[in-house]
C-alpha cells in the first residue's frame, strides 16, 4: 500500500485526466476529417494543410518525456494548469487563423499544451490510487480514449456541417476551462513527487533535439518528401543524439531522468512491447481503409463502421483487462493480449475479395480484443514498477513509445503499391507482434517494493 493515503484523490484525478485524454484524442481525430474543408475555405494545397497535423505531432513527440520530467519537480497540478490553459490559447487561434500559416503555428501551440496533458495522465492515476486499484483507474482512462477514438471522425463532420471548420477548435474551449478549474479546485494541495529534483539542461536539450530530428525524419519519409540518403544521414544524428542523451544520464549534474530508470528490466521491456504493439495496430488503421475501399468497393461510412469494431472492443473490455491486472501479474495479461491480436493479424493477412463482411470484422474485433486486454495490464505493469519519483518519466515515455509506436507503422505501412504492400506489411506486423510476445513474456515480475512502498 502507499506510505501516503492519496486515495481521496482518485476520482479527482479521473475527472482531470479524463478532460484531458478526452479533448487530445478527439482533437487528433476531428481535424483529420476536416482538412479537405480547410484547404478550400483558407486557398492553399494539400501538401501545405497536411502540415496541419504535421505540426501538432511534431510539436508533441519530442516534449513528452521532457515534460513528464519536469512534472516530478513542479507537481501534476503544475502540467494540467498549464497544459490546459496553453491547449485553449492554441485552439482560440487555430480558430481564428486567416491563413494556412497562422494555423499550423497556432497548432504548435496547441500541441505543447496536449503534450503537458498527455505526458502525465497514467502518473497521476497510479499515484491518486492504491495498488491494488491501478489498474482499474487506469482502464477508465483506456475506455475514454475509445470513446474519443469513435466520437471523432462523426462528431468533426457534423460541428463541420453545422457551424464550419473553426468551431472544432473553438468547442476545445469550454472543455478547457472546466479542466483548468478541476486542476485548480482538487489538485492544489496535491503533494509533489519530488520537489528537489534537478533538471538537468544537456540531458534535457539532447534527448529534445534526438525525438525531434526522429519524429520530422519519420513523418516527411513517409510522405516521400525526404529522400533515403536525407533520411539516413538524419537517422543517423538522431541516433548521435541519442547517445549523447544517455552519456548526460550517467551524471547527476546533467541528467533529465536518471539512468537508474533504463536498467529495470519491467519498464523497458514492457515498453518495447508496447511500443510493437502499437506498430503492428497502426498498420491496420492505415491499410484496412484502402482494402475496404479499393478491393472491396464499399462506402466511406461502412468503412468508418468497419474501422470503428477495435475501439468498441476496447471500450467494452477495458474495464475487464483492468480489474484482471489488479490481481494477475501483468506479465501474464498482457502477454495474452499480445497474443491474441497475434491470432487477428493472421485471419487479417489472408482478407482478399471475396471475403465476406463477418470475414473481415471478426479479425477486426479479434485484434480489439487483444489489443483491449494488452492494453490497461501493460500500462499498469509499466506504472508500479518504478518508484513514486519516477512516475512522471514513466508517463511521459509510455506517451512517447505509442506516439513513435504510430509514426513508425505509419512510416512503413504507408506505400503506395497497395496490392503488393498489403501482403508484405502484414508479413512483418506477424513478425513484430511475436517479438511483442517474448518482450512481454520476459519482462520479469512487478513487485510493490519496486515503487518504495
Not at 488503421?285 to 482494402?291: A, E, G, K, S, V
Request: glycine fraction near 12%; include cysteine; charge should be positive.
Amino acid at each position: 500500500m502507499n506510505m501516503e493515503n492519496l486515495s481521496r484523490y482518485k476520482y479527482k484525478s479521473l475527472v482531470i485526466t479524463g478532460l484531458g485524454t478526452l479533448m487530445g484524442t478527439l482533437d487528433a481525430s476531428i481535424v483529420n476529417v476536416s482538412l479537405p474543408t480547410i484547404s478550400r475555405e483558407l486557398n492553399t494545397t494539400v501538401s501545405m494543410v497536411a502540415w496541419v497535423v504535421l505540426a501538432y505531432s511534431i510539436a508533441v513527440f519530442p516534449l513528452l518525456m521532457v515534460f513528464g520530467a519536469v512534472s516530478e519537480k513542479k507537481g501534476f497540478q503544475f502540467s494540467y494548469r498549464y497544459g490546459y490553459l496553453i491547449f485553449m490559447t492554441g485552439s482560440i487561434l487555430c480558430g481564428l487563423s486567416v491563413n494556412i500559416y497562422m494555423l499550423i503555428i497556432s497548432r504548435v501551440i496547441q500541441g505543447v499544451g496536449a503534450a503537458l496533458l498527455v505526458a502525465v495522465g497514467p502518473a497521476l492515476v497510479t499515484r491518486s490510487f492504491p495498488d491494488a486499484e491501478r489498474g482499474r483507474g487506469l482502464s477508465i482512462i483506456a475506455m475514454v480514449v475509445s470513446v474519443g477514438l469513435m466520437l471523432g471522425p462523426p462528431l468533426g463532420g457534423f460541428i463541420i456541417g453545422l457551424a464550419g471548420w473553426r468551431w472544432i477548435f473553438f468547442v476545445n474551449i469550454p472543455v478547457s476551462i472546466l479542466g483548468f478549474y478541476f486542476t485548480v479546485k482538487f489538485l492544489g494541495d496535491f503533494p509533489i513527487s519530488n520537489p528537489h529534483k534537478k533538471i538537468g539542461v544537456p540531458g534535457a536539450a539532447s534527448l529534445l533535439l534526438g525525438m525531434l530530428t526522429l519524429m520530422l525524419t519519420l513523418l516527411l519519409y513517409s510522405r516521400g518528401q525526404l529522400g533515403t540518403a536525407l533520411s539516413a544521414g538524419l537517422l543517423l544524428v538522431s541516433g548521435l543524439l541519442f547517445a549523447m542523451f544517455f552519456y548526460f544520464e550517467n551524471n547527476p549534474a546533467t541528467r533529465l531522468i536518471g539512468i537508474e530508470i533504463f536498467k529495470n528490466r519491467v519498464f523497458v521491456f514492457s515498453g518495447a512491447a508496447m511500443l510493437m504493439v502499437f506498430i503492428a495496430l497502426i498498420s491496420v488503421t492505415i491499410l484496412m481503409p484502402f482494402y475496404l475501399e479499393e478491393v472491396k468497393l464499399y462506402q466511406p461510412e461502412q468503412v468508418g463502421f468497419f474501422l470503428m469494431i477495435t475501439s468498441v472492443c476496447g471500450f467494452m473490455l477495458a474495464p475487464l483487462a483492468g480489474y484482471l491486472s489488479d490481481r494477475i501479474q501483468a506479465r501474464v495479461i498482457s502477454t495474452a493480449g499480445a497474443a491474441i491480436m497475434f491470432i487477428g493479424f493472421l485471419f487479417i493477412r489472408r482478407l482478399d475479395g471475396q471475403t465476406s463482411m463477418w470475414g473481415i470484422a471478426l479479425p477486426l474485433a479479434i485484434i480489439g480484443v487483444g489489443m483491449a486486454i494488452f492494453g490497461t495490464p501493460n500500462t499498469s505493469g509499466i506504472m508500479g514498477s518504478v518508484a513514486k519519483h519516477q512516475l512522471g518519466s514513466a508517463s511521459g515515455m509510455i506517451a512517447t513509445l505509442r506516439t513513435l509506436g504510430i509514426a513508425l507503422g505509419a512510416g512503413f505501412s504507408g506505400q503506395d503499391a497497395f496490392l503488393s504492400a498489403y501482403q508484405s506489411v502484414y508479413n512483418i506486423t506477424i513478425f513484430i507482434l511475436l517479438a511483442a510476445i517474448v518482450f512481454s513474456l520476459v519482462r520479469g515480475r512487478n513487485s510493490s517494493a519496486a515503487r518504495g512502498h
